[in-house]
């Protein structure tokens, strides 16, 4: 009598073996699963802001890009023109639009390298200008930047302006090698209030 053969063990396939591991990798001393848990949610969430930063901040200098920009200066243009009453709505706006001088120059003469230097420092310096958390300041392309003052005439943004075009005049920006350069802005100046001047931050941008 032949009795039945047994039927052979089937083999794991590479996808179950891996499924049957996960989660058994060796943790760090003193490590539990629920700690490596929430860090794994932590590392998930700076990877988050770090990708979000991307999309709002210019890469070279740190400050805001255009588009970021753009989208909160005109949210806070809507706020000025809906009017008096509404919460969080500024009664003036200036906007300041600023060039950078013959930087081709710095490029030509020095390379980009020390462009590049020059921007960052130019970056730092528009930067201090301004109120964290109130006003913006973008690097506009190239070597142009904006800045965006909430509730400032224009008596005093023009003010602000005076004093940063004089402290970039006096400024000398180490680019490396024993080397410097100096760099000059110019600078338009426009303000806005309820019920005069610009009522857009593009036309704001034209008039400035």
């Known amino acids: 009598m032949i009795e039945d053969a047994q039927p052979s063990k089937r083999r794991e396939t590479i996808r179950e073996i891996r499924a049957r591991h996960k989660g058994k990798e060796q943790l760090p001393p003193g490590w539990t699963p629920k700690r490596a848990q929430e860090h794994e949610v932590y590392l998930s969430r700076e990877r988050e802001a770090h990708l979000e930063a991307l999309a709002t901040m210019d890469e070279l200098t740190g400050l805001e890009n255009r588009r970021f920009f753009e989208q909160n ?5 809507k706020r ?86 004089e402290r970039m005049r006096d400024l000398e920006i180490d680019i490396g090698g024993g080397k410097s350069v100096k760099v000059t802005l110019s600078i338009g100046v426009t303000t806005a209030s309820r019920g005069r001047g610009a009522r857009t931050l593009e036309d704001a941008l034209k008039q400035a």
Do not use: C
């Not at 142009?144 to 602000?160: C, L, N, P, R």
């Open 73 to 77: 200066m005109s949210a806070v243009f």
């Open 80 to 165: 000025l023109v809906e009017g008096k009453g509404r919460k969080n709505s500024p009664r003036t706006i200036s906007i300041a639009l600023i060039d950078t001088d013959k930087f081709k120059e710095i490029n030509d003469n020095y390379g980009h390298h020390a462009g590049d230097i020059a921007l960052k420092k130019i970056a730092e310096v528009l930067k201090s200008v301004i109120r964290e958390g109130y006003d913006h300041v973008d690097r506009h392309g190239g070597d142009e930047w904006t800045i965006g003052f909430v509730d400032v005439d224009q008596e005093t943004a023009i003010e602000k302006m005076q004093a940063l075009v």
